[in-house]
């Protein structure tokens, strides 16, 4: 898995190499959808390139779940271009369906079959599918595949949902908050599945309401908020991150109060009630040394000290935050 | 791309709609609210009935028959209703609000052949447990098996299972969601089985009751079921008018199932 902020894949992605025609796999411009006289997506342009994961991100009723479901074929669109694949998903036909697998939002499996018997049954709708056993294993449930899926855990299930949709051997996996529900360590285990199928090669379209998940995974991202992409970038340059200025945070003695620090540090805005302040940089060394200097004199001890770029999360959070 | 086109043809369709059908069967046969109200419960109400009153006798069409007689064709038409509607409503109302339907629609597989094999899993359930109740009746209650009016019975059978998978299809279009597809559906149908001849001879109920009831399908099956079954009858059997307003109400559901019918979850 990739550490966070470092991105090899991103620069690949969007070096002039990867960017060319062939290696578009989904193509939107102009999307609009209206139902009723409201519009929930007012004109989206996206571009998903071959072997990226790619993560859209948004909160609730911005339109994200309409966009994803005009990708997948499953809802006509008001206006707008869309080519997933090379071809337009409203007249999708078999062929198509079988390079795209699919795990939605919030879909259960059929709970009277075991995973082997799940997943021989969707193998029979593929042209070319996977080995059932090979695809087991790949989702890790080679040791539960005689189980029947309504005895499974919500994560193993989930883990049936994300074989199902690579059983038909896929070029483009759309991935609708696969993790949602898991514990951490099962998220991390998640991770570590998603992680492999670019390894494989797929291309990965993910949604997702956990930042830590875009951190961990995304090659790009991109924001929508009331149905107009936002922002798009990297997990380490959404929203100018990469260029905001440091946050250098850290915990005051018992009864030292943040205004007491020196001003040549620049306004401290206190974040709690126990002496927790944060301020903000463009020059961290500098900043550090002049609150270093100043609590050896003061004889203060500086504890939980950390420094920091805006979390993925705060910029998301900027990014998406109703007007006021 | 490194994939090569393949194109799946007619023939490997037919053999999809085979590959369904056997997960279909497999599934309601592992699910224990079909295995009790579908199999179970239409051999349980025979066993009742004919146990109670079995031996009585009631007129039916100006002749005298025994009870159970009168019981097994009646049952039999529970038993079709049984897999061909109420099964098939709530299965496939769970299966789309559970995302199941919607899931399988993202893949290569065409959506007829996924009705057809339903449609073909209760069929088959519905001859399998009519066989069953018609043995039951020989065996235990002396029941006397059509000979020549047979070809009639199946084929009232047939028309009946696939009139009501296509009135289920049309149903399930009118349920938001999988906890009210059972009453729902227990609501429409206990009241039409007891004016409809299955549990009472129709000939004890008031003309307004035998009129509301002459609208609606299940009476017009039992009456097919019942003129193939009954020893009385000459001829080949066949029920033409109450066959037809059958297959008209099955049409009817069909086009209502055409226009309506979603593979997408409706609560939420």
């Known amino acids: 898995m990739r550490t966070p902020g470092g991105a090899p894949a991103t620069e690949a992605a969007l070096g002039s190499g990867q960017a060319d025609a062939s290696n578009v796999v989904i193509k939107v411009a102009g999307l609009r959808m209206s139902y009723d006289g409201f519009e929930a997506v007012r004109g989206v342009d996206l571009q998903v390139f071959r072997g990226e994961i790619f993560t859209f991100l948004g909160p609730n009723g911005a339109g994200k779940t309409t966009t994803v479901e005009i990708l997948e074929g499953h809802r ?18 078999r062929w198509w369906r079988s390079r795209v697998g699919v795990v939605l939002q919030s879909s259960r499996v059929e709970p009277q079959l075991t995973v082997r018997e799940c997943l021989e049954l969707y193998a029979g709708y593929y042209p070319a599918p996977r080995s059932v056993p090979e695809v087991i294993e790949l989702v890790g449930l080679t040791k539960r595949s005689e189980v029947r899926c309504g005895q499974l855990s919500g994560g193993q299930q989930r883990r049936v949902d994300v074989a199902l949709a690579l059983i038909g051997d896929p070029e483009l996996v759309f991935l609708d908050e696969p993790t949602t529900g898991f514990d951490p360590s099962a998220r991390r285990s998640a991770w570590e599945m998603i992680d492999g ?58 009864g030292v109060a943040s205004g007491q620090l020196p001003h040549t540090l620049g306004p401290a805005r206190a974040l709690d009630q126990s002496g927790k302040v944060m301020i903000e940089s463009e020059q961290v060394m500098a900043t550090m040394q002049a609150l270093s ?31 006021k | ?31 224990p609210q079909s295995r009790f109200f579908t199999i179970a419960l239409p051999l349980i109400f025979l066993v009742i009935f004919t146990s109670l009153f079995g031996h009585d006798t009631t007129h039916v069409n100006g002749h005298k028959i025994k009870f159970s007689t009168y019981y097994v064709p009646g049952i039999c038409t529970l038993g079709i209703i049984a897999t061909s509607f109420v099964n098939l409503v709530i299965t496939i109302t769970a299966q789309r609000e559970s995302g199941v339907l919607k899931r399988r629609r993202s893949t290569p597989v065409p959506a007829w052949v996924l009705i057809a094999s339903r449609m073909l899993a209760s069929a088959i359930l519905a001859l399998v447990l009519v066989a069953v109740i018609v043995v039951i009746g020989r065996i235990a209650y002396g029941v006397h098996i059509p000979g020549s009016t047979m070809p009639a019975f199946v084929l009232s059978v047939i028309i009946g299972a696939a009139a009501f998978c296509c009135m289920a299809f049309a149903a399930a279009s009118f349920i938001r969601n999988e906890d009210s597809a059972q009453p ?43 003129k193939a079954f009954d020893p009385a009858t000459t001829g080949s059997g066949i029920a033409g008018k109450d066959l037809l307003i059958v297959v008209l109400w099955g049409v009817a559901g069909l086009i209502i199932a055409l226009w309506r019918f979603s593979w997408s979850p409706q609560s939420s």
């Open chain 1, 293 to 323: 200097s100043w609590a050896l004199e003061q004889r203060f001890e500086i504890s939980d000290l950390l420094v920091r770029r805006p979390a993925l999360e705060d910029v998301y959070l900027e990014l998406t935050e109703p007007p």
């Open chain 1, 197 to 254: 199928l670019r390894q494989l090669g797929k291309t990965i379209f993910l949604t997702t309401h956990y930042m830590d998940e875009a951190e961990a995974l995304a090659d790009r991202i991109v924001v929508i908020k009331a149905g107009a992409i936002v922002a798009e970038g990297t997990p380490a340059t959404l929203g100018g991150r990469d260029h905001a200025p440091y946050q250098i945070t850290f915990s005051l003695p018992a």
């Open chain 1, 76 to 93: 006509k669109r008001t206006a707008g271009e869309v080519r997933v694949l090379g071809e337009d998903p409203e007249h999708a036909d």
């Open chain 2, 1 to 31: 791309m490194t994939s090569t086109r393949v194109e799946p043809g007619s023939r490997s369709d037919a053999r999809l709609v085979a590959h369904q059908l056997r997960y279909d069967l497999l599934l309601i046969l592992r699910d």
């Open chain 2, 184 to 226: 729902i559906i227990q609501a429409i149908t206990l009241p039409l089985y007891f004016i409809s001849g299955i549990f009472i001879p129709t000939s004890q109920l008031s003309s307004t009751l035998k009129g509301i009831a002459d609208v609606f399908p299940v009476i017009h099956l039992n009456n097919a079921l019942f």
